[in-house]
């Protein structure tokens, strides 16, 4: 086994505060209270600040080390279907498309929200619907990231959530990995 130091800091806090405060406003603040409004813009700006570190922060956290090719994704999908044990030390390129669909619907959660508070659009039906269909979608996608990161724990060996705490990634010798 080898291990690797690959999340920084200020990923992993971003990591687990957007997801409890997803699931925080989602699921156990009422929607009419400003809480729900105010931890809604805290997400925007949450967001914000990932896609600023996306383009300045480190290797692994720039969205130009894990932007997926098409061949990168067969790949993966092939490794999945066929059972190799292959990994990345980074994002990988499945998960690299559900960071994009997450962060792109907290952030068009955020603006429908937003919109909803608007003299124009206050009570405006389809907005309120984009908004809850939103929030479903993004609801799914966690469930959908949250299975696909345990199965791929399983599939690799890696503990994916542990390095999430930690910053650090430790691969077995016999999988293959990317970097």
């Not at 989602?26 to 570190?53: M, S």
């Not at 692994?60 to 990345?88: C, K, M, N």
């Not at 390129?93 to 669909?101: C, Q």
Request: charged content about 15%.
């Amino acid at each position: 086994m080898k291990t690797y130091k690959v999340w920084d800091p200020f990923l992993r806090v971003f990591h687990w505060t957007l997801a409890s405060s997803f699931v925080a406003n989602a699921f156990f603040i009422d929607e009419d209270v400003p809480a729900h409004e105010w931890l809604g813009y805290a997400l925007v700006v949450l967001v914000g600040l990932r896609l600023i570190w996306g383009l300045i922060g480190p290797h692994h956290a720039r969205f130009s080390s894990f932007a997926p090719s098409q061949t990168e994704l067969t790949g993966q999908v092939a490794d999945i279907a066929l059972r190799r044990r292959r990994t990345h030390l980074g994002h990988s390129p499945l998960g690299a498309l559900m960071i994009a669909n997450l962060l792109l619907t907290v952030l068009a959660i955020g603006a429908t929200g937003y919109l909803m508070t608007t003299n124009v659009f206050w009570g405006v039906e389809w907005v309120e619907e984009a908004h809850e269909a939103l929030v479903l979608w993004a609801e799914f996608s966690v469930l959908a990231h949250i299975a696909a990161v345990l199965l791929e724990s399983l599939r690799t060996g890696v503990n994916l959530p542990r390095s999430m705490i930690t910053g650090c990634k430790t691969i077995p010798d016999d999988v293959k990995l990317e970097t």
